[in-house]
């Protein structure tokens, strides 16, 4: 069973830093996609960014050039660097595990399996 615990989120002002950390468990299976969601109050669950097996990364254009999406296999744990924050970035963002192949963009939410409880993000202006 995948288990995914996300850590790092905080308060932060406009233009600083924040890393997330993702620990995972339970991935056997060599062909997994991870990826990082946000969801703010009020609006959908969006995806922010994907690392597939093959380390190809994937970003939404609101993040493209701020955010950076890593993954340390031999640590199990997946990273979501996040510089240069806006008050639109806050949200409370997720982790996630999908099994299969992704290359040609974030997936949608339904390729995702596994779920993370999440961790908040606030950026003041």
């Known amino acids: 069973q995948v288990q995914l615990v996300e850590s790092g989120g905080g308060s932060v002002q406009a233009g600083g830093s924040l890393r997330l950390s993702c620990a995972v468990s339970g991935v056997t299976h060599t062909s997994y996609c991870m990826g990082w969601f946000r969801q703010a109050p009020g609006k959908e669950r969006e995806g922010v960014a994907a690392?597939?097996?093959?380390?190809?990364?994937m970003y939404d254009d609101s993040v493209k050039g701020r955010f950076s999406i890593t993954k340390d296999n031999a640590n199990n744990t997946l990273y979501l660097q996040m510089n240069t924050l806006r008050p639109g970035d806050s949200a409370m963002y997720y982790c996630a595990a999908g099994r299969g192949y992704c290359g040609g963009g974030v997936p949608p939410q339904t390729f995702f399996a596994s779920w993370g409880q999440g961790t908040q993000v606030t950026v003041s202006s």
């Open positions: 690392i597939n097996d093959m380390d190809l990364t």
